[in-house]
C-alpha cells in the first residue's frame, strides 16, 4: 500500500509540474540572418519563410546557437551585430566612398517592426516607414539598440501563446 501511495504521489508531482511547464510556454528560438546581413530571432524554422517585404521570400538563413531562449538569442545579435547598416548600404558607402564618420544616415522600420538604416538622402524603400531619426552611424545604432528590444518580428509576437 505504501508503494503504491509513493507511486501515485511521484505520478501527481509529474503532472503538476507538466501543467506548470506548459502554462509557461517558455518558446525557443532561432537567430536568421537576411542576404542584406540583418539579423532577427524567430522560431525555429519559422524564420526561413518570414518575409519583411509581405512576399513570402524566404528571408533568412539560421545563424548563431541552434535554439535558444529570446533572451539568449537577443543577446547573441547584440553582440554579433556590430554593423546594422544592411550590406547593400554597407558596399554602396564604400564604393562611393562615403565616410560612417560624416554620413548621414536614416533609421527606417518596416510592417514587422525590424529597423534598418538608409542614406538620409534616399528615399524610402517600398514596404518601410521613416522613424524621424537622421543621424551618424553611431547614434543611429545606439537609438535602435534602445528602441528594438524585442527582436521577433510583429506577426509572431502577436501570435497567440507566445512567451512574452
Known sequence: MKSVRTFLSIVLTLVVSLCMAQEQKFDTYQVFKTSDGQYFASLPGIGKLASASGTGKTMGVPVGPESCLLEECQKWIKEN????????LQKRMADEGLSVKDTKLSVVINHEEQYSLKLAEDKVPDGWKDTGHVCLLDDCMNYIKEVWTDMRPLSLRKRPGRAK
Open 81 to 88: 551585430w556590430t554593423d546594422m547598416r544592411p550590406l547593400s
